[in-house]
């Protein structure tokens, strides 16, 4: 057995407190055990964290080819200069952006709205959008990079979110075994004093 199988051993006997050591409470051992059961679970939860993470790749792909094939770059030309415009909610103020009037065409027909431009853009300007098969405008498609990360933030936080309910229920249980061990180490007291009393 290596040195560090050996460590690794003796930490174990340890934290679950195999033996038949007297000052070992009942409890000692019942927070040992789930503190192992907690690292046991930590490592379990991988793989359901990558699969997760895979699940969620393998949807967003799904949409990457559906909007590839829905979704149409285009450009449009500018009918008016860019004018300042702000969205905003009762709750939240987007930051100014421009818009321009515009027209674009599609399968020989002529379209027309508003259109994301950069600062002073002037009339006759051709813009890059996105179109659906009926020509009208879209957001653009979710890209390869969005995805990925789309996919890693699933895995990580599938993984943080169901640890951190077991790390929370852990704390709860050794709230209750410190206040049991608290009430056992007073009555333990009280027992010696009343029995060492003159």
Request: charged share 15%.
């Amino acid at each position: 057995m290596s040195g560090s199988t050996r460590g690794t051993a003796s930490l174990l006997r340890r934290t679950i407190h195999v033996g038949h050591d007297p000052m070992v409470r009942r409890s000692d051992r019942i927070e040992g055990f789930m503190s192992f059961g907690l690292i046991i679970f930590a490592i379990l939860l991988l793989p359901l964290a990558v699969w997760a993470g895979a699940a969620t790749a393998s949807s967003q792909n799904a949409l990457i080819a559906k909007q590839s094939a829905e979704l149409h770059s285009i450009s449009a030309t500018t009918t008016a200069d860019s004018t300042q415009t702000t969205a905003s909610t009762a709750d939240y103020i987007a930051p100014t952006t421009e818009m321009a009037s515009a027209q674009w065409n599609w399968n020989g027909e002529v379209h027309t709205g508003d259109v994301t431009v950069d600062s002073a853009t002037p009339v006759g300007t051709e813009v890059p959008i996105y179109v659906n098969d009926h020509g009208d405008k879209t957001v653009a498609p979710i890209t390869q990079s969005a995805a990925d990360v789309a996919a890693v933030v699933t895995g990580v936080f599938t993984w943080f979110s169901v640890m951190s309910l077991l790390v929370i229920a852990f704390m709860l249980v050794r709230v209750f075994l410190d206040r049991s061990r608290s009430a056992q180490w007073d009555r333990d007291l009280r027992a010696f004093l009343d029995a060492n009393a003159l």
